[in-house]
C-alpha cells in the first residue's frame, strides 16, 4: 500500500482513538450511565394502589460513577435528592468493584490518549519496530479495548447482580422500601461501549494498512523455513 494511504488510515484510526478519549472523559464526570425507575412498596401496600395508582408511588433515578440525582414518590409528593458516591454511600455499595470500574476507567484514557499518540507517530514520524510500531499499535488497542470491556463488565455487575439502584433508593430510608422496576443503560456507558469497538476498529485498520496481525507468519516467511528444511 502506498505511504499516502497508510498516513490517511492511520490518521484516522489517531482521530478516532482522540474521540473517544475524550468522550470517556466526559462520561466518566456524567451522571447519566444508569435511569431506573423504582416503585415505594410500603406507601402501595398501605393503600392498596394498583393501575394508574401506583404512578404516586413511583420514583426516579439517574447516576454515573461518582454521583446522580433522583425523585422519591411515596404517595405524599415528590422529594428530590441528590448523592455522591463517595463518601455518602460508601457503606452501601460493593466499593471494590465501584473503584475498580473509576480505576479501569482511568487507565481507558490514558491508553487511549498514548495510542492516539503512536498512531500519529507511525503516520508523520518514523516510527521503531517494536514500541512504535505495528506490534505497539496492536498491543495497546487490544490492551485499551480490554479495559473498556471491563469497566463495562464491572459496572453491569455493580447494577445488576448487587442490585445498586435499589441500593441508592433504600440508604437511610428506615420508614419506606423501594424495590427497582426498570433500569437501562444511558448515553455515558454506550459512550464506553462505542470506545471499546472503536479499538477493535482500530485494529482492522491497522491491518487494512498492510501490517500482519501479531503472531502470524507471512507467506512468504513460511515458504523461506520450509525451503531452508528441505536444504538440510
Same mark, same amino acid.
Given at each position: 500500500m502506498?505511504?499516502?494511504?497508510?498516513?490517511?488510515?492511520?490518521?484516522?484510526?489517531?482521530?478516532?482513538?482522540?474521540?473517544?478519549? +475524550? /468522550?470517556?472523559?466526559?462520561a466518566l464526570g456524567t451522571p447519566f450511565w444508569v435511569k431506573a425507575t423504582f416503585l415505594?412498596?410500603? /406507601?402501595a401496600l398501605l393503600v392498596n394502589a394498583s393501575g394508574q395508582e401506583l404512578d404516586k408511588f413511583m420514583g426516579e433515578i439517574q447516576y454515573g460513577l461518582f454521583h446522580g440525582e433522583g425523585v422519591r414518590q411515596c404517595g405524599l409528593g415528590?422529594?428530590?435528592?441528590?448523592?455522591?458516591?463517595?463518601?455518602?454511600?460508601?457503606?452501601?455499595?460493593?466499593?471494590?468493584?465501584?473503584? $475498580?470500574?473509576i480505576?479501569?476507567?482511568?487507565?481507558?484514557?490514558?491508553?487511549?490518549?498514548? %495510542?492516539t499518540a503512536f498512531f500519529m507517530y507511525n503516520a508523520f514520524g518514523k516510527p521503531f519496530e517494536t514500541l512504535? %510500531?505495528? +506490534? /505497539?499499535?496492536?498491543?495497546?488497542?487490544f490492551i485499551s479495548g480490554s479495559c473498556g470491556? +471491563?469497566?463495562?463488565?464491572?459496572?453491569?455487575?455493580?447494577?445488576?447482580?448487587?442490585? +445498586?439502584?435499589e441500593k441508592i433508593a433504600n440508604y437511610k430510608e428506615g420508614t419506606y422500601a423501594y424495590k427497582t422496576q426498570s433500569e437501562k443503560y444511558t448515553t455515558s456507558f454506550w459512550v464506553v461501549f462505542l470506545c471499546f469497538f472503536v479499538h477493535f476498529l482500530n485494529a482492522l485498520?491497522?491491518?487494512?494498512?498492510?501490517?500482519?496481525?501479531?503472531?502470524v507468519k507471512s507467506k512468504d516467511t513460511e515458504t523461506? $523455513?520450509?525451503?531452508?528444511?528441505?536444504?538440510?
Open positions: 502506498p505511504n499516502q494511504q497508510k498516513k490517511v488510515i492511520f490518521c484516522m484510526a489517531g482521530v478516532l482513538s482522540f474521540v473517544c478519549a +475524550l /468522550g470517556v472523559v466526559t415505594c412498596k410500603t /406507601g415528590t422529594r428530590p435528592f441528590r448523592f455522591s458516591f463517595f463518601p455518602d454511600l460508601l457503606k452501601a455499595i460493593p466499593v471494590s468493584i465501584h473503584v $475498580n470500574a480505576l479501569f476507567s482511568m487507565i481507558l484514557i490514558v491508553l487511549t490518549m498514548v %495510542g512504535h %510500531g505495528p +506490534l /505497539g499499535l496492536y498491543l495497546l488497542s470491556c +471491563l469497566v463495562m463488565i464491572l459496572f453491569a455487575s455493580e447494577v445488576k447482580i448487587h442490585h +445498586l439502584s485498520l491497522i491491518r487494512l494498512a498492510g501490517f500482519q496481525f501479531p503472531f523461506t $523455513n520450509v525451503a531452508s528444511d528441505l536444504m538440510y
